[in-house]
């Protein structure tokens, strides 16, 4: 029980201290602040997992997980479920995804026993090369994250058809038809998505010169300022563009009138895209990496671009330290796995790129050696101030949604979308009723960095799903929004479970950490600027005693209250005895678990 408990929230204990709330005639009043209630089973800082034999779906909105729901129940496969309940999500969740922005997906085929991958990312402007971007830039170090610079081509459309070509049953006016109606008759706004409305507006209002354009954005989601929560949202312009790719496929989108009107808006505002980028974009299958950590799990995720090995790389370091030896939320491991995080993302920095313009040296990064040899680096006692990337031996050389589907048969959907920086660039095309992703802002201006820009080039990606396998047979499919947090986050759920026994909601719920620093992606090869050490940022379940000793090893360790930088989780386990669907969502969204 220690060991959970360790890592609970702190306000589990019921705390009573005075504080002072208004009334309703404004004058403050005394208020009690309570913690949390007790359970009858299970740790008391989280809820019970969903339990349904027959389907399940976990998303970042109640709406959206009961779309997914009634899809399967129509005799939809989780693909199309998944697919239902991204477009759901594109509009009630605006603040994190929509069909401006790329798509990665995961998919367990209980037909041919196998785990498929989707990367679903656009490309950068096929008529702009490095020279003439670097002269856009106007001597600029760093890539604007508003306006048209950062933006790329939207891979989501194109990867929802890729997906529902090889695993769909139901048609796509079937499956869009939920988003559509509530699109044009509105839904009421959750309260975290609020939250989030309400702080991308007042970004959107101190960058409008960079954005140059914002007019259109500002009508669709900002008329009259950010919806609050409860506020009734409608968006009648992307029930259109929906409805336009309900009847005319993935080409109504990139080589229909949705692409011609880009293109038009795009030569309007100064910007690089062209239709003709949008008629030549196609999504990519590639096939999952997975590690085995300890006790028959295997962690699976997608190669570069995205950054889903990294959590492959700090799994291959972590595998060499029993955790379960120390207390869940001791300094120990923080410290292990803070040290893991950095070790591996160093190497991102260095070698995540395109793989058609720049293959990583994967097969080594991945292996069992590399990984001891990349453990054998951390000093046990103390933070090193300073880690580089590995010396390949070759012969030669955010903000995001998470969602997670399963169906009757035994499919497991994991997909991860997103606009990138928030709600994305702060453009929307005429009449279109979506935002276009800022992800172009990941590409580095070293000339001679693997993921420099270029034309036609896919940028570094964060977004990456994952899923986990039992003695080989499938058993999770996961996943953990927001940015340089979600390896780290994937790495800690499966710690929390594998090594500390935790249920699949407690894993979720468990305070985390998240360490921010270090050389980027976007940085030049050598990493001038960056923070070598960086943050290590903690939630409020992590004692006191904790911080102080991670302080004492030399970590620069903040306490954060707010949820918002630890990330969003869903997931789905597979009872490979019963078949018996396990799901959770977390607290810090406004998500929900239903099974049915």
């Not at 009630?92 to 990367?119: C, H, R, S, V």
């Not at 207390?327 to 120990?332: C, H, I, K, L, N």
């Not at 292990?336 to 070790?343: F, G, H, S, V």
């Amino acid at each position: 029980m220690y060991k959970t408990l360790a890592f609970a929230l702190s306000s589990a204990a019921l705390a009573f201290s005075p504080a002072f709330a208004q009334d309703q005639t404004g004058a403050e009043k005394p208020k009690l602040e309570i913690g949390a209630g007790g359970r009858p089973v299970g740790e008391p800082w989280s809820r019970s997992p969903v339990y349904a034999a027959n389907g399940m779906a976990a998303t970042a909105h109640p709406l959206a997980s009961q779309i997914a729901i009634d899809i399967l129940k129509k005799g939809g496969s989780a693909v199309d479920a998944a697919i239902a309940a991204n477009a759901a999500l594109g509009l009630m969740e605006p603040t994190g995804n929509g069909i401006g922005g790329d798509l990665f997906a995961i998919i367990w085929d209980p037909k041919t026993q196998k785990l498929y991958g989707l990367n679903g990312s656009g490309k950068s402007p096929m008529g702009t090369s490095y020279k003439q971007f670097m002269k856009q830039l106007n001597g600029s170090k760093t890539i604007p994250p508003f306006g048209p610079m950062p933006v790329t081509v939207p891979g989501t459309v194109d990867g929802w058809f890729e997906m529902h070509g090889k695993f769909g049953k139901l048609s796509m006016s079937e499956i869009l038809a939920p988003t559509i109606n509530y699109a044009r008759e509105g839904h009421p706004v959750a309260p975290v998505i609020a939250y989030y409305l309400d702080s991308n507006l007042k970004r959107f209002n101190q960058s409008v010169e960079m954005i140059g354009e914002f007019d259109n954005a500002r009508a669709t989601y900002f008329a009259d300022g950010a919806p609050k929560t409860g506020e009734v949202f409608k968006n009648p312009d992307l029930a259109n563009t929906l409805s336009k790719i309900a009847e005319g496929g993935r080409d109504a989108f990139y080589s229909g009138d949705i692409a011609r009107t880009i293109d038009t808006y795009f030569k309007r505002i100064g910007g690089n895209l062209r239709y003709e980028d949008f008629a030549a974009h196609s999504s990519k299958w590639v096939a999952p990496g997975c590690v085995d950590y300890r006790k028959g799990y295997e962690l699976c995720e997608l190669p570069p671009n995205s950054q889903g090995f990294a959590a492959l790389q700090m799994t291959n370091i972590l595998k060499n330290i029993d955790l379960a030896q120390y207390p869940r939320g001791s300094a120990e491991v923080l410290h292990y796995i803070t040290e893991a995080k950095r070790l591996a993302f160093e190497d991102v920095a260095r070698f995540y790129a395109d793989p058609d313009a720049s293959p990583a040296p994967l097969d080594w990064l991945l292996s069992d050696e590399y990984g001891k040899e990349r453990f054998a680096l951390i000093d046990s006692a103390k933070a090193t101030p300073e880690f580089g990337p590995g010396e390949p031996k070759l012969e030669g050389e955010g903000d995001t949604t998470y969602l997670t589907v399963a169906d009757k048969d035994g499919m497991m959907v994991s997909l991860i979308q997103s606009n990138y920086r928030g709600m994305g660039s702060g453009l929307v095309a005429d009449g279109l009723g979506f935002m276009f992703q800022d992800r172009g802002e990941l590409y580095s201006l070293d000339p001679n960095h693997p993921n420099v820009y270029a034309p036609g080039k896919r940028p570094f990606q964060t977004i990456i799903p994952a899923f986990m396998k039992k003695d080989g047979k499938p058993y999770m499919s996961f996943g953990l929004m927001g940015g340089g947090m979600q390896p780290q986050g994937h790495v800690q759920v499966m710690i929390n479970m594998v090594d500390f026994g935790m249920n699949l909601q407690e894993a979720g719920d468990a305070a985390r950490l998240n360490h921010d620093g270090g050389r980027q992606p976007t940085d030049d090869l050598a990493g001038n600027g960056a923070d070598l050490l960086g943050v290590l940022n903690v939630e409020p379940g992590i004692s006191d005693e904790t911080v102080e000793q991670l302080k004492a090893m030399g970590h620069k360790v903040e306490r954060v209250n707010n949820g918002a930088m630890f990330g969003g989780y869903q997931a789905i386990v597979r009872d490979p005895q019963t078949g018996v669907y396990h799901g959770a969502t977390e607290m810090r969204k406004d998500g929900q678990a239903l099974g049915y």
